[in-house]
């Protein structure tokens, strides 16, 4: 069996989530696509301190892109949301994957709100058949902002619970996003040629497809690290995990000052000489949105990187370490701080309200260059090419003054 070092482990799981070197040339549309595919998700979340997180998982991976290809490839039914690690984009081949849950979404907990949908049936039943007659709504469109109640259809409140259920049974789509609104539409409209008798997937070959994907994005993976990629039942899956080695998708290999048995997947192959060498490094220097998949299980991010991470834009505000929404630093290969920023877009200017500097690390002239040059293309990016600093180690604001 082969042995490789943490770093060729950390190495390993990056080339697999796109970061083992910058872009080489400028991102296309397809680009998105792809980049997606090699995370097999998308984590969405709405908060707007810095560009919202979707945009900024692909941005550290692609660099400059326009925003709007990812929303084109959503209406273009390249891609679709539902709830995979929480809601997510994913690519439309998952879809009979996801299929199942829709079907019978009774375990998935808070995310469908069984009792409201048995209570309120027929009227859930005649929003469907509205907007089957009459076309796609946005929950914004049941909402009064004068706050008087109307004699219409769409002056209901509760109908807002109501595509939420029929989101999460599948008889509703996300079409498209507006300003990352969602616009539902029904399925059948979304995507006219599926057919549940046709084309979904035998109910076995469901967990072998999502560990599958899991170990593809991971590219390292460890048997208590599988539940958390596509939330699927926390149990181990070593025993899964056999089974994929025994069929050749997955390499065994032991990772130095590790007691869980590891396995690199096949898409990865031939970096294994250079990991086994310990020759193999990730030359990349980039911001992370908090919901990346580098860093959103922290017990993996632990184990790989040594890095503790907490999103606590959730957390009350004394209650905070480090800031609202601190965007980890990738420095070639390791976790090396994080940074408390916000983009003030009317001001065009980026602020980095504190970088804070992980222990053992040495903040010295030539991270610091990496650093203050990611910063600057990120925000570029932004449209608040301005970057001003608050609170940041000496070496990084000399860096600063420089470019």
Request: some cysteine; glycine content about 6%; aromatic content about 10%.
């Amino acid at each position: 069996m082969l042995t490789l070092p943490p770093a060729a482990a950390r190495a390993l799981h990056l080339a697999a989530q796109g970061l083992l070197t910058p872009p080489r040339r400028k991102a296309t549309k397809s680009d998105v696509l792809d980049t997606i595919r090699r995370m097999a998700q998308l984590q969405i979340d709405t908060i707007h301190v810095v560009a919202r997180s979707p945009y900024l998982v692909l941005f550290s991976r692609l660099g400059d892109f326009p925003p709007r290809w990812l929303d084109e490839h959503l209406a273009e039914a390249r891609l679709f949301e539902y709830w995979s690690h929480e809601a997510c984009f994913l690519p439309i081949e998952q879809f009979g994957l996801m299929r199942y849950k829709m079907l019978d979404p009774s375990g998935m907990g808070w995310k469908y709100a069984a009792e409201w949908h048995e209570q309120n049936r027929p009227e859930i039943e005649r929003l469907l058949a509205r907007i089957r007659d009459e076309g796609p709504v946005r929950s914004a469109d049941f909402a009064r902002e004068d706050g008087v109640k109307g004699n219409g259809w769409w002056d209901r409140k509760p109908e807002k619970r109501h595509l939420e259920v029929l989101f999460t049974t599948g008889d509703l789509m996300v079409s498209e996003r507006r300003n990352l609104q969602r616009v539902y539409d029904v399925r059948e409209r979304v995507l006219p040629d599926w057919d549940d008798t046709r084309d979904l997937p035998p109910r076995d070959a469901v967990l072998p497809a999502l560990l599958d994907y899991t170990c593809r994005a991971l590219g390292v993976v460890r048997a208590d690290w599988v539940a958390d990629y596509y939330r699927l039942p926390r149990r181990s899956y070593r025993a899964e995990l056999e089974r994929l080695a025994e069929a050749g998708d997955l390499i065994p290999v032991q990772i130095d000052d590790w007691k869980e048995p590891a396995y690199v997947h096949r898409s990865l192959d031939a970096l294994l000489p250079a990991a086994a060498a310990d020759t193999l490094r990730s030359t990349v220097t980039t911001l992370l949105s908090p919901f990346d998949p580098v860093v959103w299980d922290r017990r993996r991010a632990s184990t790989l990187f040594g890095f503790d991470y907490t999103i606590e834009c959730y957390t009350p505000e004394h209650k905070r370490r480090y800031g609202y929404f601190c965007l980890p630093v990738l420095h070639r290969g390791r976790l090396v701080g994080r940074v408390d920023a916000k983009a003030h877009r009317t001001l065009g200017t980026f602020e980095l309200k504190a970088v804070h500097v992980e222990p053992g690390v040495r903040f010295g002239a030539g991270l610091a260059a990496d650093v203050a040059k990611a910063v600057k293309k990120l925000a570029a990016w932004h449209g608040t090419p301005e970057v001003t600093v608050a609170h940041a180690p000496p070496a990084l604001v000399q860096a600063f003054a420089r470019t």
